[in-house]
């Protein structure tokens, strides 16, 4: 009986101490050392990239289709953005309807065709190349979505689907 006294006296000091403590931790960043937000690219062929979120404030600079950004506010429809990673890079506000953020990686094992829709009957759109990178800088094509056997993709402008 005595030694179930002195466990429960301990086990309770150990509870204490713990408590009491300053725990230490290290805080990683979601995606990588010192990244200062998440990359996007750009959906449609022209994007302006203004002072303030409004379709009024001043352009800073226009950005292209597949230009890649990085998103580190979102607020009411808009997205802060840094264009580089140097004190004086170019940074704005861009409508996000017209970006993805935080893009999915995919890469084709084999010409992969793409559907009108999640249907391998459906009408084919676009033939990918074996070994295409969608959202690789050079040749990608942005993933819209991921639902289960199938993947929806920026086709410039439209969009398609490939099964997986």
């Known amino acids: 009986m005595k030694k179930y006294a002195w466990l ?22 979601p995606h ?12 449609c062929e022209e994007l302006t990239l203004r002072e303030k979120p409004s379709f009024s404030s001043k352009a800073v600079q226009t950005l292209q289709y597949r230009d890649l950004i990085i998103v580190t506010e979102e607020a009411d429809g808009w997205a802060r953005c840094v264009l580089g990673d140097s004190e004086d890079a170019p940074c704005g506000w ?31 759109v676009a033939l990918l190349d074996k070994n295409t990178a969608l959202f690789d800088p050079d040749t990608y094509l942005p993933v819209l ?5 199938w993947l929806v993709v920026s086709l410039r402008g439209a969009s398609g689907w490939i099964h997986k």
């Open 8 to 29: 429960t006296i301990v086990t309770a000091l150990i509870l204490m101490l713990g408590s009491v403590m300053p725990v230490q931790a290290e805080i990683i960043p």
């Open 32 to 43: 990588g050392e010192g990244q200062i937000g998440l990359q996007a690219v750009v959906l």
């Open 94 to 124: 861009v409508n996000s309807d017209y970006i993805v953020i935080d893009p999915a990686w995919y890469r084709t094992e084999k010409k992969t065709p793409v559907y009108a829709w999640n249907d391998t009957s459906a009408p084919k």
């Open 145 to 149: 979505k991921d639902e289960g056997e």
